[in-house]
């Protein structure tokens, strides 16, 4: 439901914290593939945060956060 929340409006930047950390594989996957259906279609930009090796996998662009600092 939140997320329905997030893209009803069409929103120019979502900011997404662990969209997928409670849900099993296949909703997880489910949710991504909205997300990236979002910004494909409506040009979304999403930052997002997660631990899911598989959810960062489906992005552009992957940060990693470390003790050290960023690296990409």
């Known amino acids: ?8 409006h069409r929103p120019t930047l979502l900011l997404a914290d662990e969209p997928t950390g409670n849900l099993d594989p296949t909703t997880a996957l489910k949710v991504m593939d909205v997300l990236v259906d979002q910004v494909r279609r409506h040009g979304t930009s999403v ?3 997660t631990h ?9 662009r992957v940060l990693h956060l470390t ?3 960023i690296r990409a």
């Open 1 to 8: 439901m939140a997320i329905a929340r997030a893209l009803i």
């Open 47 to 49: 930052v997002l945060v």
């Open 52 to 60: 899911s090796e598989a959810a960062a996998a489906r992005a552009d």
């Open 67 to 69: 003790a050290d600092g």
